[in-house]
């Protein structure tokens, strides 16, 4: 029992700070199935005769002509990822609107032929496969490692279908923007939280996926401002284990999580060894 809460707080962990990291990328409706724009309704006119009327419920904003629609850049996404097996996702806290850096890089999630990968800055590293765990000591500066299974858990595959299968609503408004000192194209709409928080997804040229953003309100713990930004990408690259992280020493990874989780969520100022005696 032990074991697969152990394991089902590493995973929860990333996946807490995927979805919270402020309710701020909360992604619109997945869904596989793009709602159409426009519908046609029969209407009846004063002399009793029937016309056919073309209604269009709320449109999308597309400031030039020349760019894609909403539904492209929906279907373009869905393509990119439609045989995602292997994947990366990578989020990063900014202080700054429409850039970032890889100094700014907070989480990690990856999966690749049975190595998962997570990261978190500050608190843990680890790789895992099959019953084997490899870890990172901050305090020690070393890899270790231990055998452990984790067991059934909740799996950051899952989030990653729910970005890949996007379905960016009809009230998006596409343009232009720099992200990175790089113009895309891109997507922006309102999230449904409290907040009406500013969504926007980034693409190129040829509608491929380059990263999502989202203004972060109150986000003090991750960037230590009451405003910051935050922004996420999404690659089919694979999880590998480095040949430096193979020869790491045995370990105790129960505590290294236990430690981590309890600075994590502050439950308690002790620490332990990650190396048995």
Same mark, same amino acid.
């Given at each position: ?45 004063? %002399? &009793?005769? !029937?016309?056919?009327?073309? /209604?269009?419920?709320? #449109?999308?904003?597309? *400031? =030039? ?47 690749? %032929? &049975?190595? !998962?990968?997570?990261?978190? /800055?500050?608190?843990? #590293?680890?790789?895992? *496969? =099959? ?32 970005i890949k299968n996007q379905v960016f609503p009809e009230t998006a408004e596409v343009s232009c923007k720099y992200l990175n000192d790089t113009e895309y194209i891109a997507v922006a709409y309102e999230d449904n939280d409290d907040n009406h ?41 694979s999880a590998v284990i480095p040949d430096e992280v193979k020869n790491a020493e045995k370990g105790n990874f129960e505590e290294y999580m236990m430690e981590a989780m309890s600075r994590m969520y502050d439950l308690d100022d002790t620490t ?6």
């Amino acid at each position: 029992m032990k074991k697969k809460l152990i394991g089902t707080l590493l995973i929860l962990s990333c996946i807490t700070i995927l979805v919270a990291c402020g309710k701020t990328t909360k992604l619109a409706p997945s869904n596989n199935t793009i709602p159409p724009i426009t519908s046609d309704e029969s209407v009846i006119t004063e %002399d &009793g005769t !029937t016309t056919e009327e073309s /209604a269009t419920p709320t #449109e999308s904003k597309q *400031i =030039d002509e020349s760019l894609p629609s909403v539904t492209n850049l929906s279907s373009a996404m869905q393509a990119q990822f439609s045989d995602m097996h292997n994947f990366t996702i990578k989020m990063y806290v900014s202080t700054k609107e429409g850039e970032y850096s890889e100094d700014d890089k907070y989480m990690v999630m990856a999966d690749g %032929d &049975g190595v !998962t990968y997570s990261y978190i /800055a500050n608190y843990l #590293e680890t790789y895992t *496969i =099959d019953d084997t765990v490899y870890y990172y000591d901050e305090t020690q500066q070393k890899w270790f490692t231990d055998t452990y299974e984790l067991g059934d858990t909740v799996s950051v595959k899952e989030e990653a279908d729910t970005i890949k299968n996007q379905v960016f609503p009809e009230t998006a408004e596409v343009s232009c923007k720099y992200l990175n000192d790089t113009e895309y194209i891109a997507v922006a709409y309102e999230d449904n939280d409290d907040n009406h928080t500013k969504v926007i997804y980034y693409f190129t040229d040829d509608l491929k996926f380059v990263a999502a953003s989202s203004e972060m309100l109150g986000a003090t713990e991750m960037s230590g401002v009451d405003v910051s930004y935050l922004y996420m990408t999404l690659s089919l690259d694979s999880a590998v284990i480095p040949d430096e992280v193979k020869n790491a020493e045995k370990g105790n990874f129960e505590e290294y999580m236990m430690e981590a989780m309890s600075r994590m969520y502050d439950l308690d100022d002790t620490t332990t060894s990650n190396v048995e005696g």
